[in-house]
């Protein structure tokens, strides 16, 4: 049974193995980890269920969520700290956000207890849904935490920091800890990159991946690191260009160990061939595909779509894109590009719209300027001004690029009913945004727990550390 999107690859028949299964769930090889664990954990084996969980979390799709929490639930007796995977995947599913509470009472309970990894889970569910703590608790937690002078909590505390740094305090407070602990921290190394390519200092940045290089591979400078450190130097969320070269030649080692990077590494190249002599990125691409890589089946869907690379074909587009679709943000944005370019014909059209938007509630925001547009043609559906100018509204906010000069052009077919209707469509759609990706300001306003308000900066408690 295998209920992950990937192809069939034909394998040499082999007795399952909780080794094997376990090594390629960490090199990402979706099949070969679901062939060996898959059998163990239906005959009761629990650590094959604990592992099982952990590759169809990762897996990401409405089955094999659905598939994780199964498992997790079978798990969760002998492996007490899998409450906090599978109270995140409870609450997916349902909304509920009382899952994530029984979550935190199990887990401060396991501190309680003494259990070694409990402070690090709290604060990591902390760091995901801040509305659980205010921000004296989690600046005191946050101070324990770098008290006990343990690698692994130091970099659950940098961790907080590097997920809440849109808070400037938090983010000079990260710098700070990293540039003290980064010999003994390694996760410090990609956000020390990223800093260095802000300040645009190539001589930092060349000794910072001469560090990891020297230690790769070890337990703590694995290629997973290596990846991190790639995806630093190739972000879109700072204004300095791509370092697309030193980025190539990080993945490129990575790429040996971990789909992803291979991944990663042929989508660099479809756009950049010239970074690797004789670099074949298609060919790169569907290695990663055929071991279960969403990314890697979005960029080929892209470059079907495109051309780039490769001979424009539509249905091998649309398929590549159906499945990226399923796991990514990103491919629902591409597919419903492809409907809207008129691939798959007028009929199809309209099955842009739905994609969109679920693509902008998942955090992909340059979905709402697409969705501007959709309302604004009259081209296979009546244009809905009102509602293009709505979603154009909540481009504009997220500063997506473009959204203002839509909005100038959209404005002579406004009148002050399209206006006001746009607005309060806009108001409500970004309102149920905020109350999706932070649920307990909603929870706490009805009374149904009493817990603060969204954490902002920890920076004075842990600042002597």
Not at 306 to 319: K, Q
Request: aromatic content about 6%; glycine content about 6%.
């Amino acid at each position: 049974m295998l209920l992950l999107c990937t192809p069939l690859v034909t394998q040499a028949v082999l007795l399952p193995d909780l080794e094997r299964g376990i090594r390629a769930l960490e090199a990402g090889e979706v099949e070969r980890a679901e062939a060996n664990l898959r059998p163990l954990a239906k005959a009761g084996y629990v650590e094959a269920q604990h592992y099982l969980a952990r590759l169809y979390k990762q897996a990401n799709t409405p089955k094999s969520r659905l598939e994780a929490i199964r498992w997790y639930e079978a798990s969760v007796s002998a492996y007490p700290l899998d409450i906090e995977p599978l109270a995140r995947l409870r609450f997916l599913e349902t909304g509920d956000p009382q899952h994530l509470l029984n979550a935190e009472q199990a887990l401060v309970r396991l501190k309680k207890q003494g259990h070694p990894d409990a402070l690090r889970r709290i604060i990591r569910l902390y760091r995901d849904f801040p509305g659980l703590v205010d921000d004296a608790r989690i600046g005191r937690l946050l101070g324990e935490a770098l008290e006990t002078d343990d690698p692994d909590n130091i970099a659950t505390v940098i961790d907080w920091y590097r997920k809440n740094d849109g808070v400037r305090e938090n983010f000079i407070q990260l710098i700070q800890l990293c540039s003290r602990h980064y010999r003994r921290v390694d996760d410090c190394l990609p956000d020390l990159v990223l800093n260095a390519r802000m300040g645009q200092n190539d001589e930092r940045m060349d000794a910072l991946i001469d560090q990891a290089l020297s230690r790769y591979p070890s337990r703590d400078v694995d290629a997973d690191l290596l990846y991190a450190m790639a995806s630093a130097l190739l972000t879109n969320d700072v204004p300095q260009p791509p370092e697309q070269l030193r980025a190539a030649e990080l993945l490129e080692i990575a790429a040996k160990r971990r789909v992803k990077a291979l991944a990663r590494l042929g989508d660099l190249l479809v756009d950049r061939p010239d970074l690797i002599e004789d670099a074949d990125p298609i060919g790169m691409l569907e290695r990663a595909h055929e071991a279960g890589s969403a990314e890697a089946a979005l960029t080929l869907g892209r470059a079907y779509m495109n051309g780039t690379l490769v001979e424009i074909d539509p249905d091998r587009a649309e398929d590549y894109l159906k499945q990226a679709a399923e796991a990514l943000p990103a491919g629902k944005f591409s597919l419903a590009r492809y409907y809207m370019r008129g691939f798959a014909g007028d009929a199809q059209y309209t099955r842009a719209a739905p994609l969109l938007l679920d693509a902008a509630r998942a955090g992909y925001r340059r979905a709402d300027l697409d969705l501007a547009r959709f309302y604004s043609e009259n081209r296979v559906v009546k244009a809905n001004p009102a509602y293009a100018y709505a979603f154009a509204r909540i481009a504009e906010t997220n500063e997506v690029d473009g959204a203002e000069a839509f909005i100038a052009q959209l404005q002579p077919q406004l009148d002050d009913a399209m206006r006001a209707e746009g607005n309060a469509v806009a108001e409500k759609e970004y309102d149920a945004r905020v109350q999706r990706r932070e649920p307990f300001l909603k929870f706490a306003m009805t009374g149904g727990r009493d817990s603060g308000t969204e954490t902002g900066s920890a920076s004075a408690t842990t600042a002597s550390h």
